[in-house]
């Protein structure tokens, strides 16, 4: 008979292993956390730990993580942007090759390449 299997502290808060890389990343963070929320709550943190938690309590720190989170809005808003414009230029190219298409020059389509210049 086989002898059961030690569950151990260690294997119970791990879970499985992460299937991916980030996913196994996000596991060792929480894991992280988590001792240094125990630490925190026993005393017992080192300096790095308690700086650590204290810097991202600072104002500042909260202003920095704003302006990433606007900063990141802005990206999003221009690649929106320069999608819709790229989008519109199509529009434009489809409507003049009609047009020309209507007026019997159907073999002088245009292109984005006309266009820029």
């Keep these: 008979m086989d002898a059961p299997k030690k569950v151990t502290k260690r294997s119970k808060s791990l879970g499985a292993p992460g ?3 980030e996913a196994r990343e996000n596991q060792l963070i929480n894991l992280a956390v988590d001792l240094a929320e125990k630490q925190l709550s026993e005393g017992s943190a080192s300096s ?3 700086t650590h938690y204290l810097k991202l309590a600072s104002t500042t720190e909260r202003l920095e993580k704003e302006k990433l989170s606007r900063e990141n809005e ?3 808003a221009k690649t929106e942007a320069l999608q819709s414009a790229k989008k519109i230029e199509e529009l434009y190219l489809n409507a003049l090759n009609a047009m020309r298409s209507y007026s019997g020059r159907e073999e002088e389509n245009v292109n984005t390449d006309d266009l820029e210049g």
């Design 74 to 76: 802005l990206l999003k």
């Design 19 to 21: 299937k991916t890389v």
């Design 48 to 50: 790095q730990v308690i």
